[in-house]
C-alpha cells in the first residue's frame, strides 16, 4: 500500500523538543518576524544565527521516540512504498533509522551560503560566520525554510499525494501552509485519510479517521496495525 506520512512537531513534543504553537512553544517566546522571515535575517542576523545555533543544539541533544521508532520500522516494511515528508528540521527521523526522509522545511544540520548557494553541513556554530566549505565566504545561513519562502521538494511530495492510497498526519496543528492542504490533495485523489495528533487541529474535520493522543502511544499503535496488516 502506498503511503504518504507527513509529520510535525508533535511527533518530537515526546523528545523534548518544544513545538511552535503549544503553550511554552517555540513562537510564545519569539516573534517570528524576527527569527523566521529573510526580513527578520536582514534586520538582525546574529539573533537569527543564535536561535537556530540553540535549536541545533537542542535538537542533537534530544533522542528519538517511540514514534520516530514506529515509522523507521514501518519503512523497514514497505521500502519505497512508504514517503515520509517532515515539516521538523531537526534529524530524529534519520537518527531513528528512518532513510527516506523529504524536509519539506529544511534542516538544522544544514547551511546555505548566500554567496555561492551551496549546502553544505554546518560546520560550526553560524553565529560565528564560519567559511563557507565551497566558497570560502564567511555567509552561510540556516538551510531551513522561513516564512514567505518556497518549500523544498514540493513537486516531489504533490506526486507522492496523487499517487498514494494513505495519507496519514502526524503531530502537526493544520496552522501553516502548504502542509495543511496535503489532506486536501491525497483526498481528491481518492486516498484515505488519518490524523494523528494530542488535540484537534485546524485540519481534523478534513481528515477521514482522528485518533486523539500521544504520538508515542497513537504512532506506535498505528503502525503495529499496519505492520500486522501486511504481515
Ligand atoms: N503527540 C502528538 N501530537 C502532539 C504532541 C504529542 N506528544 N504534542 C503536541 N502535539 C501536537 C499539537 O497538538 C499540535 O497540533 O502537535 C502539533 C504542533 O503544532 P505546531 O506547534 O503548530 O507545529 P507544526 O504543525 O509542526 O508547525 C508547522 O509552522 O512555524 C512553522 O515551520 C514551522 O514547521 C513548522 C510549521
New binding site residues.
Given amino acids: 500500500m502506498r503511503i504518504v506520512v507527513l509529520t510535525?512537531?508533535?511527533?518530537s513534543?515526546?523528545s523534548g523538543v518544544p513545538?511552535?504553537?503549544?503553550a511554552g512553544?517555540l513562537?510564545e517566546g519569539h516573534r517570528?518576524d524576527d527569527v523566521?522571515t529573510p526580513e527578520g535575517f536582514e534586520r538582525d542576523p546574529d539573533l537569527v544565527q543564535r536561535f537556530y545555533d540553540a535549536r541545533r543544539h537542542a535538537a542533537a541533544a534530544a533522542l528519538p521516540n517511540p514514534a520516530h521508532e514506529a515509522l523507521a520500522r514501518l519503512e523497514q516494511r514497505l521500502g519505497d512504498e512508504l514517503l515520509l515528508v517532515t515539516?521538523?528540521v531537526d534529524d530524529l527521523h534519520e537518527r531513528a533509522g528512518s532513510t527516506r526522509v523529504v524536509h519539506m522545511?529544511g534542516e538544522l544540520a544544514a547551511a546555505l551560503c548566500a554567496s555561492c548557494g551551496a549546502r553544505s553541513a554546518v560546520p560550526a556554530d553560524l553565529a560565528e560566520w564560519p567559511p563557507c566549505p565551497v566558497c570560502g565566504e564567511r555567509m552561510l545561513r540556516p538551510d531551513v525554510v522561513w516564512f514567505g519562502e518556497m518549500p523544498y521538494e514540493l513537486d516531489r511530495i504533490e506526486a507522492a499525494l496523487a499517487a498514494c492510497e494513505l495519507f496519514v498526519a502526524i503531530?502537526?496543528?493544520?496552522?501553516?501552509y502548504p502542509?495543511a492542504g496535503f489532506v486536501w490533495t491525497a483526498t481528491e485523489h481518492g486516498a484515505r485519510t488519518l490524523e494523528l495528533?494530542?488535540?484537534t487541529?485546524e485540519v481534523s474535520s478534513l481528515f477521514d479517521e482522528v485518533r486523539l493522543g500521544?504520538?508515542s502511544v497513537v504512532v506506535s499503535a498505528w503502525v503495529d496495525e499496519m505492520l500486522a496488516a501486511t504481515a
Fill in positions: 510535525g512537531a508533535g511527533i513534543a515526546e513545538t511552535f504553537r503549544d512553544g513562537w517570528v523566521a515539516q521538523n522545511h503531530g502537526t496543528s493544520g496552522a501553516v502542509a495528533n494530542l488535540e487541529s500521544a504520538a
